[in-house]
């Protein structure tokens, strides 16, 4: 039996990156990981906290070259609604960054994560699957699907919505689904982006185009299920012709490339997110609709803060309840994320005049009001950013007047 200080279990982003960062505070971590069985053909925006984060790990300069900077993002309300919102834009530059982060395709930032596992001394890869989970006062014994067993003081689930570590450790989910599906692709064009991401507020969703390096952008077009089976069935034109009218020629002539996927939307968050010697990052603990790049940089988080934890403790053995310390320290920024999404997203569903009156009221204050604006900015790269900066913003204001 091998025997590790921690394993992590699940080969995504946010497993990679998890094991990374552990190894690199000292830790012999076992990544358990099977080979990947459908390539994942979204992207990804690292907000500016997430990219500090990389930078500290090394893995900055292994992933950047494939990154398009987000300088500017847009709203556009959409609709065709009687209640409609003013363009709000958010730059960058107005809180003092160059970018608010960076959008990778997923598969290329996969492909640079695993070649850092491989050179890492400190993570012993294996491609396996968790079987069975068995949970003991000192250690946690892994049974995986290739016959062999794993020891560790503790495991971190990154295995996903169907997390085994999660299961086992009897943690339970609140999950919903909602009536809409993303279409995910990849489009080149001829006009150039600048740096700008513009999400449309449509009576079906998000309809998110996000720069990629060069004159390509990805795109998240959120709407109902039987639309998103007609949208993937289109001819390449057709289709380019559909995604182009919708973002109205911003971008010029659209070519969308090979590859359009097809993503149910549902949310799902853990009643724990850790728990004695586990704990849960990524889906396992927590995903929602891609709305406002907020879920791997949550992600990030988790592991920012588990690494806090057990990075303090490196001397020594893993505590029996670092997994609760996780738990207590991580429950106020997942739920805050995950519920305002959902509320994001079901206000652009509702055809409820009055619900339609807040959302617009909303951007219309947050176009006209400079300190929220900002304040809003900051909190959206770095939760706590915002509101720190606040009393200085609204001092800042004042003098203006």
């Given amino acids: 039996m091998a025997k590790f200080e921690t394993a992590v279990a699940g080969g995504g982003l946010a497993g990679f990156i998890a094991a990374l960062a552990l190894a690199r505070s000292g830790r012999s971590v076992a990544l358990i990981a099977p080979a990947p069985s459908v390539e994942d053909h979204r992207t990804t925006a690292l907000m500016d906290q997430s990219v500090r984060f990389m930078e500290r790990l090394g893995l900055w300069d292994r992933v950047s070259p494939d990154a398009a900077a987000l300088s500017t993002m847009q709203i556009i309300d959409g609709t065709s609604r009687l209640i409609r919102a003013p363009i709000a834009r958010f730059r960058s530059s107005d809180i003092g960054i160059a970018a608010f982060g960076y959008n990778f395709v997923n598969i290329s930032l996969l492909k ?229 999404v959902d509320i994001l997203n079901r206000s652009l569903l509702s055809g409820f005049l009055p619900v339609q009156m807040v959302r617009a009221a909303g951007l219309h204050l947050l176009s006209g009001f400079t300190p929220l604006r900002n304040m809003l900015m900051r909190e959206g790269v770095e939760p706590g950013r915002g509101f720190r900066a606040l009393p200085s913003l609204l001092k800042e204001a004042v003098t203006r007047r």
């Avoid at 739920?335 to 305002?340: A, D, F, G, N």
């Fill in 112 to 340: 640079a994560l695993a070649d850092a596992v491989a050179a890492e001394p400190n993570i012993a890869r294996r491609t396996a699957f968790v079987e069975t989970v068995s949970l003991e006062r000192d250690a946690v014994h892994l049974s995986l699907s290739d016959g062999d067993t794993i020891e560790a003081a503790f495991v971190v689930g990154a295995d996903g919505r169907k997390s085994a570590i999660r299961e086992a450790a009897g943690i339970g989910v609140r999950t919903w689904a909602y009536p809409q599906t993303a279409v995910v692709l990849n489009f080149a064009h001829t006009l150039p982006h600048g740096n700008t991401s513009t999400e449309f507020h449509t009576e079906t969703g998000p309809f998110t185009q996000v720069p990629l390096p060069g004159n390509r952008s990805s795109l998240v077009w959120v709407v109902r299920p039987q639309e998103a089976e007609e949208l993937c069935a289109l001819p390449a034109d057709e289709l380019s012709r559909r995604v182009e009218a919708r973002m109205q020629s911003m971008l010029g002539k659209v070519s969308v490339e090979d590859g359009v996927q097809a993503w149910p939307l549902s949310s799902l968050v853990a009643k724990r997110f850790g728990k004695g010697r586990i704990a849960l990052v990524g889906e396992a603990a927590h995903a929602f609709p891609p709305i406002g790049a907020q879920g791997l940089n949550l992600s990030l988080r988790d592991i920012m803060t588990l690494s806090e934890i057990l990075g303090t403790v490196r001397e020594r053995p893993v505590p029996a309840d670092a997994g609760d310390r996780f738990d207590r320290r991580r429950r106020l920024d997942v739920l805050s994320r995950t519920y305002s």
